[in-house]
Structures are given as C-alpha cells and as structure tokens.
C-alpha cells in the first residue's frame, strides 16, 4: 500500500478528519488531501510527527513489511527505557503476551489492529505446542508468559539429574517445610534466626525441625554459620527467600488450571523425551 493510502487508511482509523490532522501537523487540510491523493508529499520534517499522530512506526507508515531482529531489540530496550520503572514489568509481560500472538501463526489476525487493554482484559490461560517448543502463559492474578524452545537433545536432558529433583519435590510436600517456607517468605532478606525460633514460630515439632532445615538447606532458601556467642558454639541460620521457588509454585497453579483458552495451538506429533 502506497505512502497516500497508507495516511488516508490511517487517518480513519483513528476517525480523525482532513482537518484535525491537519491542525495538529501546523499544516493546511488541502495539505493533507493532496498527500492522500499523491498529488504530493508530506515535507521529511513532518513524517516523524506524521507516525506519532497516526500511531504507528515509520515503517508502517510507508508500508515497509520487512523488520529485523535489531531494530526490534533496540525499540523494546526503548519502549522499556522510556516506561516508568513501577510499569516496567508490566510492559514486559505485555511484550510476552504479543509474542504469544505472533506464535501462533496463521490462526491470529496478524493485521489486527494494537489494543492496549486486551492484556488487561484477558483473563484466560493459553498454550501453543509444537514439535519446536511450547509456552505456558496465565492470565489470572499471577499473569506470565513462558516460553521453551525445544533443546538440541530434547527435554529428556533433566534426566541427568534426577534424583535431585525428586529429592526437591519430596522436600516440597512436606507440610513443615511449607509452613517454614511460608514464615520466612515473610521475611526479609538475610533474616537471622535460630532453630528453636523456627520451630516456635511454625509450630514444628523439634524432633522434625531438623529435616525441615535439611530441606531450606536443599532448597538453598537458607544458609548456616557456626558462631560463637559468649564462650558459647551456636549455629545461626540466615535466610535468603528465592523468586525461583515462587515462580514454581505459580506453575503448579496452571498444572492445575481447568479453565478456558483463549489461545491454544496443540500442534505437537513427537514425544518431549527421545529415547
């Protein structure tokens, strides 16, 4: 499409007149008539200001289809850059929702137009798997959006190291150790304490709280010191709450899920583990 449809079409899509564009450009509305005709052009001073009235990038303006991993790099780092730091994550996760889209190939109106609160709005899970890799994304209360390329070797590479995560799941179900993970959640950052202050706190039993602290330390959600205090050998615990283990127990949450999808592309003919 040419650069003069291109400014027309734009222009009503923003049900914007001749003149209003006008206006806001310090230009005449025969101006702009002439540019949506071709009979001229826009000055190069006015095409930037031009973009940013009709909301869109350069390249769409002139109609330039082509983009490359680059310029988008740069522009998100931008867009980021620009947004204040409260909003940040939120920009991100709304960047994640858009790559969701993309993802999902020929199903999804690639044309259709940006809506800003569709994230906001949007309270349904959705997944695409293929035979490349696959994504999770939620969009309740704890919104993310992941994403999983298949590896070389194929997901079975986590079976190298199995039985650590068994040992990691069988600390996860014991209910000590919930309530213990939970306490120092609560906590801030190198938080201090001793076992018998653990056990007090969380109602754990001492002849139990042993293999809860066994299991903080397998989580490495704490970290132990011997020290001395007057004359006396003490062990001190200092915690340390990790975003790894919050990010699990939001997963488990969507293992769970038996809601509707908004988007859901089940595409996938071969197994996760190869022989």
């Not at 993970?181 to 042993?210: M, P, T, W």
């Not at 293999?211 to 615990?237: A, C, F, H, P, S």
Request: hydrophobic share 40%; with cysteine; aromatic share 10%.
């Amino acid at each position: 499409m040419s650069l003069s449809a291109n400014i027309k079409r734009l222009r009503l899509e923003k049900n914007m007149t001749q003149e209003q564009l006008a206006t806001k450009l310090g230009v005449s509305a025969q101006a702009v008539s002439k540019w949506e005709t071709s009979e001229t052009y826009p000055d190069g001073a006015l095409l930037v200001p031009l973009a940013t009235e009709l909301d869109v990038s350069l390249d769409e303006l002139f109609g330039n289809d082509s983009v490359s991993m680059a310029d988008i790099s740069a522009r998100i780092i931008k867009l980021i850059h620009n947004t204040v730091e409260k909003e940040r994550f939120n920009v991100a996760r709304e960047i994640g929702w858009q790559i969701e889209r993309g993802l999902f190939n020929c199903r999804m109106e690639i044309e259709k137009k940006y809506d800003p609160d569709e994230i906001k709005t949007q309270k349904k899970s959705s997944y695409i798997l293929s035979d490349n890799g696959f994504t999770i994304v939620s969009n309740g209360k704890e919104p993310f959006f992941s994403v999983f390329p298949e590896p070389d070797e194929g997901y079975g590479y986590f079976l190298n190291n199995i039985d650590d995560l068994q040992k990691i799941f069988a600390a996860l179900s014991r209910a000590d150790t919930i309530k213990a993970l939970i306490y120092l959640y609560h906590r801030a950052q190198n938080y201090v304490f001793e076992s018998s202050v653990l056990a007090k706190e969380c109602g754990i039993l001492n002849d139990s709280i042993g293999e809860v602290l066994d299991d903080l330390l397998l989580l490495r959600m704490i970290w132990k010191q011997k020290v001395t205090i007057n004359g006396e050998e003490r062990t001190l615990y200092y915690s340390r709450p990790r975003h790894n283990l919050i990010a699990l127990f939001i997963m488990a949450k969507e293992i769970g899920y038996k809601g509707d999808y908004c988007l859901q592309a089940h595409v996938r003919n071969t197994p996760f583990i190869s022989k």
